[in-house]
């Protein structure tokens, strides 16, 4: 085994071990913190198939997250209310039930990724930074002026959904869940990246030419990564949004597209931990800085600047050094 | 429709748009001339509109107001260059992102630091409060009329600054050409922290002067960034006439977009639907527009490089 | 003769008052390798980006096997059969040798959109890079990063990507540049069987390897054809000598 993969199993141990620890200790708050933090590395995992692997700096990942969280949101909310989400021309019930609001959340970031990344892979470089953060602003306009749904104030779900056989208000048995989705998430990416397919895209990043001249199309590589990372992201949306039980415009916020790129780099881009590793301490410094100071935003800032100045390949790239070719 | 509301409205489009080209332009030349994305803009425009609001509080005057905005800005934003940016020419544009997005948390929490979370207020000068009647029996705030001529003003005087004198000629040879003008023997890196400053004065005097028609806080940088953004993406990156065509339209498309989609939405719905929808879709035009510009000409309208 | 896999017919391209290419007819022929040669700034390059659909041609038509391509991407003519070797390496430079071979055998087989099983244990990729990598003389770089390797190497391995493609024809791009006098020699002996399997045509600046291997060489001059021979019939053209060596 190498000592990548060493390295991530020690991480995904301890990234278990604590909630379980928590749970027999009684202190809900810290498996919470673990929640958060397993839902934000699934987001970080799905920017980083375009991020790391296709050289795609997106600044648009919260509309997918968002996406996410409103599909959640939507259903939940008619499910409650009782009230059809439509009855022509045919009949739309809101749901409680989780695995239903997965598929849609899943089915409506990748249909805007799709659309989205057929516009922005139209361009490149600083011009699809901007573009797809323009898309996220676009999102978050019209969540703040959808008024059905909370507009600016946000939308509360006050029971978590259902998940058959568990019981999802328990904290411990909630994390299981997310934590099966990270597992899921994180498996199919470290499968994504050596099959032909991730070969490809990581290939397309260095030379757009190489590929091209093999007779690979670069752009339906990237709009394939772009659909698949957009849907990944989503799922964290949707997972977040029930953990919290809330869902508001700001999951679509530009700050969160920068945070979800946060975790990517923080922990290492393009490294398949990464994003777990970088989710983690942002949560234990938002944990542990935050209770110092109300501003510890101003320490995260000093902390990235120097992780973006002086140790490029984030914390990851620090403690393991380079990753090995050609594993 | 009254005619008198439509020509207020294309008045708050036009004021809103020159606004938005002070704030790309600085954007633009940024980007043309080193290469670099600076998400930390808007938070030059923020420390423009606190300086000249808390100066303006204190000292009881407009003008000190936004003498300490243009100074403070253009000093923020050349410590900026010289303590980070600079490292960041050569580097690609994910670190510069990502640089840049550190610098908005410490610039945004130290600022809520300073100031606090609440708003501050910076009044419009007695002389030009009140309204103007224009040609036409148009009134109009002679405040926001103010500001757009300044705004043209200073366009104008951008176009002089690039086209006639010899710091326009090493911006527009540093665009086509880095190695040549290292090779005439132009100081870069000072031109680049002139060039640097002078975006980041345009940004702060944006934000003064827009701090007197809205409330001044932390986070009032980003919007503007980002509608800045799609400005310079549809007039295409590293020119300046097409910020100026970018911003305008924008700043029209805004303000008429929620004039005219409302009422155009009731036709086929009832009105509170249609207040609803309209106004989603008037804060959405904009980003509409851009990708009509990018589906048509992927640089932009002007732009060359990508 | 017989007919020509790939043909340009009155190619044209120009950037602003620059003409890169003007009229330009060129043909290549199976078993052939036809040399392109001309001094720095002849608009060697730009026509090979032309061929290769990297560029548009103002004016003018180009054809491979048959079909007319001018308005079709590069992707569209490498699957037509087309192979080009860059003059700068266009390689994945973080990924193994093995990786970047790969990615040809994954462009002929169809198979880049495979998610699911590693790349490089699929036996049938594998084993086209792999004889590939052979037949260039990497097959023991197989694992180093390519970042690693040297200039003279990375050009073998443009070439071996340019196997697994197993082409109608072959574009190579100064394939000896930076290889050194054995090394030259060696690629010179290579170049000269792989005619056999498709014809090449050769940019290069190496003038041993061309009288060498070429069956007939084209003198691009300001954009223009000057001529297109054999080896003798270029050496004693008087324009030649003027234009081409005229310094010595």
């Known amino acids: 085994m190498s000592r990548e993969s060493i390295f991530d199993c020690v991480l995904i141990l301890c990234l278990a071990a604590v909630p379980i620890w928590a749970h027999f200790a009684e202190e809900p708050f810290i498996i919470t913190l673990a929640t958060r933090a397993a839902i934000f590395a699934i987001a970080g995992i799905g920017l980083n198939l375009v991020l790391g692997q296709g050289g795609l700096v997106s600044l648009g990942h919260a509309t997918f997250f968002g996406l996410g969280g409103y599909a959640m949101g939507i259903l939940a909310s008619h499910a409650q209310t009782y009230m059809p989400l439509s009855e022509w021309p045919i009949l739309i019930e809101g749901t409680k039930s989780m695995p239903v609001i997965w598929v849609v959340a899943l089915l409506a970031s990748g249909i805007a990724a799709l659309l989205i990344g057929a516009l922005s892979l139209r361009t490149s470089g600083v011009y699809f930074i901007m573009i797809t953060l323009a898309f996220g602003q676009m999102f978050y306009y019209f969540a703040v002026s959808w008024s059905a749904y909370g507009g600016d104030d946000g939308l509360s779900i006050y029971l978590r959904n259902d998940f058959p056989g568990l019981n999802t208000l328990d904290p411990i048995q909630f994390f299981l869940i997310v934590f099966v989705w990270l597992l899921v998430v994180w498996i199919f990416t470290a499968t994504l990246i050596r099959s032909p397919f991730g070969l490809a895209l990581n290939a397309s990043r260095q030379s757009t030419e190489r590929v091209e001249t093999v007779g690979i199309n670069p752009y339906h590589l990237r709009l394939t990564a772009f659909v698949i990372s957009g849907m990944i992201t989503g799922l964290a949306g949707a997972l977040f949004a029930d953990l919290n039980r809330f869902i508001s415009p700001s999951m679509f916020s530009w700050q969160t597209s920068g945070e979800i790129m946060v975790f990517v780099i923080l922990g290492g881009v393009a490294r398949r931990s990464g994003p777990i590793l970088g989710a983690v301490v942002f949560i234990a410094l938002e944990h542990f800085l935050g209770g110092l100071s109300d501003y510890w935003h101003i320490y995260l800032g000093a902390l990235l600047l120097l992780v973006v100045l002086f140790a490029r390949g984030g914390l990851i790239g620090m403690l393991l050094g380079r990753e090995r070719v050609h594993e | 429709m009254p005619y008198l509301l439509i020509a207020e409205q294309l008045l708050n489009g036009l004021q809103f748009g020159v606004m938005l080209f002070l704030m790309a332009a600085g954007l633009t030349l940024v980007f043309g001339v080193m290469g670099l994305i600076n998400l930390a803009h808007g938070s030059l425009f923020m420390v423009g509109a606190f300086s000249a609001a808390w100066v303006s509080g204190v000292s009881g005057s407009f003008t000190f107001g936004l003498i300490a905005a243009l100074a403070a800005s253009a000093a923020a934003g050349a410590l900026m260059e010289v303590v980070v940016i600079r490292r960041l020419y050569k580097r690609d544009h994910l670190d510069q992102v990502l640089a840049t997005f550190a610098l908005i948390l410490i610039f945004s929490e130290g600022t809520r630091w300073v100031f606090g979370s609440f708003p501050l207020y910076l009044n419009i000068p007695e002389a030009l409060s009140g309204s103007v009647t224009l040609p036409g029996g148009i009134r109009y705030s002679l405040y926001r009329l103010t500001l757009i001529v300044v705004g043209l003003l200073i366009a104008l005087g951008l176009y002089f600054l690039i086209a006639h004198t010899r710091l326009g000629v090493q911006v527009r040879a540093g665009e086509s050409d880095r190695e040549m003008i290292a090779a005439l023997g132009v100081d870069i890196s000072k031109l680049y922290t002139i060039v640097f400053a002078l975006g980041a004065a345009l940004a702060g005097l944006a934000g003064a002067l827009v701090g007197a028609i809205q409330s001044v806080q932390v986070g009032m940088g980003e919007p503007v960034l980002i509608l800045a953004f799609v400005v310079i993406v549809i007039g295409g990156i590293g020119s300046i006439k097409g910020a100026f065509v970018g911003a305008l339209l924008v700043g029209l498309t805004d303000t008429l977009g929620g004039l005219f989609l409302p009422p155009f939405f009731e036709l086929f719905m009832d009105a509170s639907a249609a207040a609803s929808a309209g106004s989603s879709l008037a804060s959405m035009s904009i980003y509409i527009l851009m990708a009509v510009v990018l589906i048509v000409k992927p640089t932009g309208l002007f732009g060359a490089k990508g | ?248």
Request: hydrophobic letters at 40%.
């Open chain 3, 1 to 248: 003769m017989n007919k020509p896999l790939l043909e340009t017919r009155d190619i044209c391209k120009s950037f602003g008052a620059v003409r890169a290419a003007h009229k330009i007819n060129l043909d290549l022929r199976s078993g052939e390798i036809h040399a392109l040669i001309g001094p720095n700034g002849a608009g060697k390059s730009t026509l090979i980006q032309q061929i290769a659909g990297g560029l548009i041609p103002d004016s003018g038509s180009i054809h491979l096997c048959g079909e007319d391509v001018t308005k079709q991407s590069t992707v569209s003519r490498a699957r037509l059969g087309l192979a080009r070797t860059f003059q700068v390496s266009a390689l994945a430079m973080e990924d193994s040798v093995l990786q970047n071979t790969l990615l040809g055998a994954m462009g002929k087989t169809r198979q880049s959109f495979k998610f699911f099983g590693a790349a490089v244990s699929e036996p049938t990729m594998r084993s086209m890079a792999e004889h590939a990598l052979e037949r260039v003389g990497l097959i023991d770089y197989a694992r180093s990063r390519t970042s690693e390797l040297s200039h003279g190497q990375r050009r073998q391995l443009e070439i071996a990507i340019a196997l697994t493609l197993n082409p109608k024809v072959f574009v190579m791009d100064e394939p000896m540049a930076g290889l050194g006098t054995e090394g030259s020699q060696q690629l010179t002996q290579f170049l000269d069987g792989l005619r056999e399997e498709a014809p090449i045509l050769l940019v290069e600046h190496d003038m041993d390897a061309v009288f060498a291997l070429a069956d007939r060489i084209s003198v691009l001059v300001y954009g223009e054809i000057l001529i297109t021979g054999t080896v003798d019939e270029v050496r004693s053209n008087d324009a030649v000598r003027e234009a081409y060596l005229g310094s010595e």
